[in-house]
């Protein structure tokens, strides 16, 4: 930094840094979608009030798919953020409010031109195997994440333009190549949790994922694929964020998530006791679970990206705009939600979900259900019903590959036989794919599907350069996000992630989102909701994406 663009410091007794009015006004803004993400709904009564906390005890929470791996910086599932929240602390958190809070860093300072980050860091804080959390940690950590050798997915986007760190004393100084909005609220994700620079560099990143160590108060101690994570309070834990409803070690003396993949068997082993909670409640049991008294029922929406059908752009027969929004109107999106969930998850309206700042609910008016517009669309389009009702062009049948992961996540594979039976009225095949993990990621990198689904959690409306932008194309031997591959984005989406103003930063955003409909690039289906119930389980909170955090739970019998 020079004379000329002094810092601007960070007030640790409010948590506030001294900035412009724009950037305050953005943080002002995500204010209202945070209640929605750490708050609870319940249409019935909840379980009866707890007692005081009672160290000890182990809790274990069934989940219904399998985790990926618990490496923050290399890994991308939700699914593995909830357990890896329990094990990684942040650099800072954010309050109810979602105004960024110290946590491993104390305070921080920002350069005039915004492209200067010097956090302070604490300097009693060690990881699980006794390193010394420090700035060379923080610098270790943003280092590892855009090294290639880590191919990382997902967190990579989140650093955004980060150029170099480097440490002297208790500061680590961060430099990007440009202004970068989302950087500080992207500092409090689980998937920028700080890793152990020992443990991770004594192994690869393919061994370090099943063998996580962080400073969390949860420290890792086996994993079995397939079945369950345990994990056992971390004894020297004494450096809780803000927020927090105690200091020192938590109250549970293990935690484990276990991988119950039936929804009945998870339901009956909360009832039972051998879970205290349940992740992915079904949606046919919402009501039943919300009456009971015996039960805490939660519903979380997350910020992010909601479920959406992502279009190839690039091959197939979606490659043209006018099959695309065809496709997508013959798809009754209301009444799907509908059926499959009860009134439990929202139909989304935007690429955004509504809990995000920015979001704009009128992009979906674009691709609004319309079979007859549809069927107009694609006589246009040459593709004419053959004797079978098969619509053809040049002799070619009109078949869209639809892949789709397993086991049936958040019924998923119901929603491709919904889309496979709203496109067969307007004469448009759909050939479904259901692959596991490996098989998923080696088609989206070979591009052998037409549509394939995806969700993408995150506090800041900047979700969508990891979707839309071109460096996240999928390619041999690569993941990414951008399945539709999307490489006329660019400019805006970098536009919009470097827009300080709160109020040019949404227009930019709205304005995207209005660009993905209309050219018919997405098609939002359901906005994800965490549902969960507890039962002899208590003080289980939420963060500001809707991840659950089990640092103040307790038995209560």
Known sequence: MTPTQPPRPHDPSTGRRRTRRAVRGLLTLLT???LLLSGC????????EPGPPRPGGSATLAVDSPFLGFDPNTTAAAQDARAMRQMFDSLVTLDEDR???????????????DTVYSFTVRDDVTFHDGTPFDAEAVCYNLDRIVDPDSASIYAI????????CSASGDVARVVLSAPYAPFLTNLSSPFLGMVSPTAAGAVTPQEFTVAPVGSGPFRFVSYVPADRIVMERNPDYDWAPPGAQHQGP?????????????????????????????????PTQTQVLSRDESVTYTETQQSGAPYQLLANTESGPLAEEAVRRAVFKAVDVPSIVKALYFGAYQHATSPLAPTTAGSDPTAAD??????????????????????????RRDGQPLTIRYIEGSPNRENRQDIAEFVRAGLREV????DIRLEQTAGLQAAQQQQAYDIAGLSLVSADPNVMYSIYHSSFLPAEGRSGYNMARVTDLDDELLAAQQELDTDTRMRLYSELQHTVMERAYSLPIYVPTYLSAASGLAGVRFDGEGYPIFYDSYLTR
């Open 250 to 282: 938590a109250y549970l003396e293990q935690l484990t998530f276990q991988i119950i993949p039936d929804a009945t068997v998870r339901v009956g082993s909360l009832r039972n006791g051998d879970v205290q909670m349940i992740g992915a409640v079904p």
């Open 32 to 34: 209202a979608p945070l």
């Open 366 to 391: 674009t691709l609004a259900y319309d079979p007859v517009e549809a069927a107009r669309l694609l006589d246009a389009a040459g593709w004419t019903p053959g004797e079978d009702g098969v619509r």
């Open 99 to 113: 105004q960024p809070q110290p946590w491993l860093a104390t305070s921080w300072e920002i350069s005039e031109d």
């Open 41 to 48: 709904t319940s249409p019935g009564p909840t379980a009866a």
């Open 157 to 164: 986007g989140l650093v955004g333009p980060y150029e170099s």
């Open 427 to 430: 004469g448009v095949e759909v």
